[in-house]
């Protein structure tokens, strides 16, 4: 086996150890001399050599896109490849090119001879992916020109086969170029001037409208409450007892001396026929009758208090009645709610961190928890002025929206999930910058 096959072997066997391009053009610039000698080689790249460009220079750790010499070498070969021969293999001397072209040649100083070898992919009829010039001081032999081709198209495959598992790597090459910038650049310019709804998330919770207040008729504990959450209830149903011994004491009381008001009336009455005297002491004794009725019928109502009763029919709204059991309630203390189904409307918690500019009627898509696919349409009716913490130590805006539509299930009291509330229409890079923006104002103080 001669040197320059077994240099020829040993060169594709490198080829197909290269994990990476990079890898395979530094092996393909500075091993194949090997198997022909030259004095610098030079690889461009790209696919069907529509926009070549250098990829790796013999000798040379990095490609340096600001020397002249690597913009000279890239004008030379878009010149050859406008050449009327096509993409074939072929010997290039100095005064076979442009004037331009060859003057530089003469001042960077390169070899006066060129072969210019296209990187064919044979699998895709033969179509050129590289070009690989190799510069020296002699002219070119008919078996170099052989090796030469069969390194190209062994070339071609390996940086064929790299490709196809690096997608990506050929798109970033083209992404660099001024012209696909500029367009990006400009795309997105127009793209963020796109006016868009300006909208942000609160959570929200379905609340009763205009409900009835139950609250503690007087001072007294709680015994025990009589309905569920969510229970429906009839006018005149009991919602809650509290505490009677101390009341039904005092109505035992009065009772009594109401009875003995009356006993002792009586017995003047009946004596006043004997004793004249007696008969002063009428009217006194009547008066005290009445005094102790009217304190037995306050005793009385106030017993009756202690059954609190609803004067509506609805449902009751509160929390786990086993927390009221043994709770100390004062007058006018709200002990729960009693609501209509079918009067509901939406509280919203919007945090002021989220505060967007709000006006009355502003849509807003609601998803419950219970049914987070069916979004819920529904119009801002009140938006509180000034912010207050939430159960969740929040400071957040009180919004209340009311929802619209033909509606013919209501969502239950109670139930929460999420609000989009939208606003102004703002520029899509307001829209997706105005939290950092608001940030950075913080921040720097400007």
């Known amino acids: 086996m001669s040197d320059t096959v077994a240099a020829l072997l040993g060169l594709e066997q490198q080829l197909r150890k290269a994990s990476d391009l990079a890898q395979l053009f530094y092996t393909l610039v500075n091993q194949t001399h090997a198997c022909v000698p030259y004095t610098q080689a030079i690889l461009l790249v790209d696919e069907k050599l529509q926009r070549p460009r250098v990829e790796a220079v013999s000798d040379l750790p990095a490609v340096d896109y600001t020397s002249p010499f690597i913009s000279w070498i890239e004008r030379l070969n878009k010149a050859l490849l406008s050449h009327e021969q096509g ?78 598992h690096q997608p990506l790597r050929r798109l970033w090459p083209r992404l660099k170029q001024r012209k696909v910038v500029m367009g990006v650049a400009v795309a997105l310019a127009v793209l963020m001037a796109i006016p868009v709804r300006l909208s942000t998330l609160a959570p929200v919770q379905v609340i009763p409208s205009r409900p009835h207040v139950v609250a503690a008729p007087l ?47 009586k017995t003047v009455q009946q004596s006043g026929f004997m004793d004249p005297r007696q008969k002063a002491r009428l009217a006194e004794l009547e008066a005290q009758v009445k005094l102790q009725a009217l304190q037995w019928e306050h005793a009385r109502d106030r017993l009756e208090k202690t059954h609190i009763r609803s004067e509506i029919a609805g449902v009751a709204v509160l929390d786990d009645p086993m927390e009221w059991r043994g709770r100390p309630v004062k007058v006018g203390e709200r002990i729960m709610l009693v609501a209509d189904p079918e009067q509901i409307e939406l509280e919203i918690m919007l945090p002021v961190k989220d505060s967007i500019v709000l006006s009355p ?86």
């Open 87 to 164: 993409v074939v293999q072929r010997t290039v001397r100095r005064s076979d090119v442009d004037a331009d072209l060859a003057n530089e040649w003469k001042e960077f100083g390169a070899p006066d001879y060129l072969l210019w070898q296209p990187l064919l992919i044979e699998a895709k009829d033969s179509e050129a992916i590289g070009v690989l010039l190799l510069f020296r001081e002699q002219d070119w032999s008919e078996m170099e020109k052989g090796i030469c081709q069969h390194i190209g198209n062994s070339a071609g495959h390996a940086i064929f086969a790299l490709k196809r």
């Open 361 to 446: 009627g502003a849509d807003i898509k609601v998803f419950l928890d219970n049914d987070p696919i069916h979004a819920w349409s529904a119009v801002l009716r009140h938006a509180a002025y000034e912010p207050r913490s939430t159960a969740t130590q929040e400071v957040a805006y009180r919004l209340i929206a009311d929802l619209t539509g033909d509606n013919q299930m209501l969502p239950r009291i109670g139930l929460k999930g999420t609000a989009k509330i939208y606003g102004e229409r703002v520029s899509l890079f307001f829209y997706l910058f105005r939290r950092p923006l608001t940030s950075l104002r913080q921040w720097i103080g400007w």
């Open 219 to 265: 001072d007294g504990v709680i015994e025990y409450i009589q309905v569920q959450p969510n229970q429906e209830i009839q006018q005149g149903d009991v919602l809650a007892q509290l505490e009677e011994g101390e009341l039904s004491s005092e109505a035992s009381i009065a009772r009594q001396s109401f009875l003995l008001a009356q006993a002792e009336l």
